[in-house]
């Protein structure tokens, strides 16, 4: 079965850079796009961005600017990097994907899904 496995969340301070990691197995990772999505406490889970399987990436509003998505399909695995982080970028974040080629900007878009990383900025 699809697996995800995220990694890389830590304490950091506002203005850090961060770098997450995300492992999948269990599906053809070259052919699938993958995306990422955060969640906060007391609020719904937010669109980050995603990759495509040609390592075309489309970034959210929240980190547009800030955060690159790139991915190893020699590795199975996918990143996440944020720069010039804020507290408000506080959340756990999670890798997902359909194990296909279609990636959107929805949960609904989305079949499977990592356990997600803790990210804590502080200020």
């Known amino acids: 079965q699809v697996q995800l496995v995220e990694s890389g969340g830590r304490l950091v301070q506002a203005g850090d850079s961060l770098s997450l990691s995300c492992v999948a197995s269990g599906l053809t990772f070259s052919s699938s796009a993958m995306g990422w999505f955060r969640q906060a406490p007391g609020k719904e889970r937010e669109f980050v961005g995603l990759i495509r399987r040609l390592g075309i990436p489309v970034y959210g509003d929240s980190v547009k600017g800030r955060g690159t998505i790139s991915r190893d399909n020699f590795k199975n695995t996918v990143y996440l990097q944020m720069n010039s982080l804020k507290p408000e970028d506080t959340a756990v974040y999670y890798c997902?994907?359909?194990?296909?080629?279609?990636?959107?900007?929805?949960?609904?878009?989305?079949?499977?899904w990592g356990q997600g990383t803790q990210v804590t900025v502080s200020s």
């Open positions: 997902a994907t359909t194990g296909t080629a279609y990636g959107g900007n929805k949960q609904a878009d989305y079949s499977y």
